[in-house]
């Protein structure tokens, strides 16, 4: 008689990647409307260019090594990527500073290391850092939100598509008279020029907490975000570590000098703090592994958040701090291994207790 066997693992989880993946893009589409609603049609010319680099990239570099594409671009993974780095673009931004990020993400920061379960780094803060460095002026020019009156023209979805196509607008309009820097930049410059916080927080672009449109952006992210813990698709501990360590730290050197150093909430609903908490850092090939070292984990970056915002170079600082914390993994996964399912505590822990 045969007896049919079955090699392991016999329990199987029943999260697969492309399961994860639908759920993190529907988690974000509350933000995209709300992105589209502030800042007008450029995010999604950008998450169309973004999208097709990245698909392009994957299938090519899975081509190089022989690899069947179609299982690969079917989990998903790669399209994240894009709508990541999408997010963190301005909505003029031009196409092939988009394309430099996506392709750097995909190429290298994910395919020299072997693909998806084998990079160091998160792909999108890879590519996003990049051009960050390497195109400054472009990817620090906003539009205002929607509701805000800076004295500068409105733009339309046809002079945005002549921007990303071309790298100019229609005449008579310019670059100029359309853009304006964004809060944490600004925040940043009239700190240097000596201006005070509450002399600061009556520019119009500042709402209640931290920037307007920003904070209603936010919002909705940290809604998606709730939504993949209760999906089970992320922990808790990283968003939770991430935004209460920025929050400390920030409360901490307000209630120190409140003058110079803005309050805990601007420092969360402004910027990409909430996205790098809830969508970002969680990415699970580049955390670490345990939960202690997760807190561990999104600690340093909550720390590193605010370190770099207030005496760094880069106002925002959330794709430095994740791409150094990432270096810091091998070592947390060192001392704090997650415990192995159907074993116990360590034999060291035993003889203490």
């Known amino acids: 008689?045969?007896?049919?066997?079955?090699?392991?693992?016999?329990?199987?989880?029943?999260?697969?990647?492309?399961?994860?993946?639908?759920?993190?893009?529907?988690?974000?589409?509350?933000?995209?409307?709300?992105?589209?609603?502030?800042?007008?049609?450029?995010?999604?010319?950008?998450?169309?260019?973004?999208?097709?680099?990245?698909?392009?990239?994957?299938?090519?570099?899975?081509?190089?090594?022989?690899?069947?594409?179609?299982?690969?671009?079917?989990?998903?993974?790669?399209?994240?990527?894009?709508?990541?780095?999408?997010?963190?673009?301005?909505?003029?931004?031009?196409?092939?500073?988009?394309?430099?990020?996506?392709?750097?993400?995909?190429?290298?920061?994910?395919?020299?290391?072997?693909?998806?379960?084998?990079?160091?780094?998160?792909?999108?803060?890879?590519?996003?850092?990049?051009?960050?460095?390497?195109?400054?002026?472009?990817?620090?020019?906003?539009?205002?939100?929607?509701?805000?009156?800076?004295?500068?023209?409105?733009?339309?979805?046809?002079?945005?598509?002549?921007y990303v196509l071309s790298g100019s607008l229609p005449t008579p309009a310019s670059l100029d008279a359309v853009t304006s820097a964004t809060p944490l930049d600004l925040l940043k410059t009239d700190l240097g020029e000596m201006r005070t916080m509450s002399e600061i927080k009556t520019h119009p672009i500042f709402g209640s907490q931290g920037a307007h449109g920003w904070e209603w952006i936010n919002n909705y992210i940290a809604i998606g975000g709730i939504y993949l813990m209760f999906m089970k698709v992320i922990r808790w501990h990283i968003p939770v570590a991430v935004l209460a360590s920025l929050a400390v730290m920030a409360g901490m050197f307000n209630m120190f000098d409140p003058d110079h150093y803005a309050k805990a909430g601007f420092h969360i609903f402004s910027g990409a703090a909430i996205l790098c908490a809830f969508f970002i850092a969680t990415d699970p090939v580049t955390a670490a592994t345990s939960n202690m070292g997760r807190i561990i984990y999104g600690i340093g970056i909550g720390v590193l958040i605010y370190v770099i915002r207030n005496w760094g170079g880069y106002p925002d600082a959330v794709a430095f701090a994740v791409l150094l914390m990432n270096m810091c993994v091998p070592l947390i996964d060192y001392y704090f291994k997650p415990r192995v399912y159907g074993h116990g505590k360590s034999k060291t822990k035993k003889a203490k207790s």
């Open 1 to 162: 008689m045969h007896f049919p066997t079955q090699s392991s693992p016999f329990i199987r989880p029943k999260n697969t990647v492309t399961k994860m993946m639908l759920h993190v893009l529907l988690a974000l589409v509350p933000a995209l409307i709300a992105y589209v609603w502030y800042f007008g049609w450029g995010i999604v010319i950008n998450l169309g260019i973004a999208t097709i680099t990245a698909l392009l990239c994957e299938f090519l570099a899975l081509r190089l090594q022989n690899k069947p594409g179609l299982p690969a671009l079917g989990d998903l993974s790669v399209v994240v990527t894009a709508i990541l780095i999408a997010f963190c673009l301005p909505p003029l931004t031009a196409w092939y500073v988009t394309v430099i990020a996506v392709a750097f993400a995909v190429l290298l920061a994910k395919h020299v290391y072997g693909g998806l379960g084998y990079n160091i780094f998160n792909p999108a803060m890879a590519g996003y850092v990049v051009v960050l460095i390497s195109f400054p002026q472009e990817l620090t020019v906003w539009l205002p939100p929607r509701g805000v009156d800076l004295g500068l023209d409105s733009v339309s979805f046809g002079q945005t598509l002549s």
